[in-house]
């Protein structure tokens, strides 16, 4: 006997350009609500109302020294629903973001970019663009550059740490 069977394959297709997450779905949004490892607390740069800052850490093997991801608080699909306040905090806070990147890790200057195909939730990348990239490895390469600085969450862990100090004493 046939029975109606909830369709669960029918989203499928909404993961497509037109995608738009709600913060139930958000992946940033649940990480949010829960209460932060002290791995997670370490890493994180800079926080306000409305932003979260934080290292990147691949934690099943070496992290790229100098990866930072900054996302808005609040649940945002797309750059152009941001708030004045929230776009004109982001720009600021990449400015600072970028700056403290340089001083603390010798970065030559920063890429700055934002593709938000993984999670539909305002954030940005700020990466440390280390002097004598290799052409084939600059871009979205970077981190595989043989001579990159890279570490554990030791490391990732100190950076964090000097990062979060200058923004504090920027202030
Ligand atoms: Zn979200």
């Not at 609500?33 to 932003?51: H, K, M, N, P, Q």
Request: proline share 2%.
């Amino acid at each position: 006997m046939n029975v109606s069977r909830v369709d669960v394959g029918s989203d499928k297709g909404s993961m497509g350009t037109n995608f738009v997450s709600t913060e139930l779905s958000c992946l940033f949004c649940q990480e949010q609500a829960r209460e932060r490892t002290s791995s997670e607390e370490g890493r994180i740069i800079y926080e306000d109302e409305l932003f979260v800052a934080s290292h990147r850490l691949d934690e099943s093997e070496l992290s790229y020294l100098g990866l930072i991801l900054i996302r808005t608080k609040r649940h945002v699909n797309d750059l152009g629903e941001l708030s004045d306040a929230e776009a004109e905090g982001l720009g600021r806070l990449i400015q600072r973001v970028g700056k403290a990147l340089k001083v603390t890790t010798g970065a030559a200057w920063t890429y700055c970019y934002s593709f938000l195909e993984g999670v539909r939730h305002v954030h940005v990348f700020v990466t440390a663009r280390y002097p004598n990239v290799p052409k084939e490895y600059v871009r979205l390469d970077i981190a595989k550059w043989p001579a990159a600085p890279m570490g554990r969450e030791k490391e990732v862990s100190e950076l964090s740490s000097r990062i979060r100090t200058m923004l504090r004493e920027e202030n």
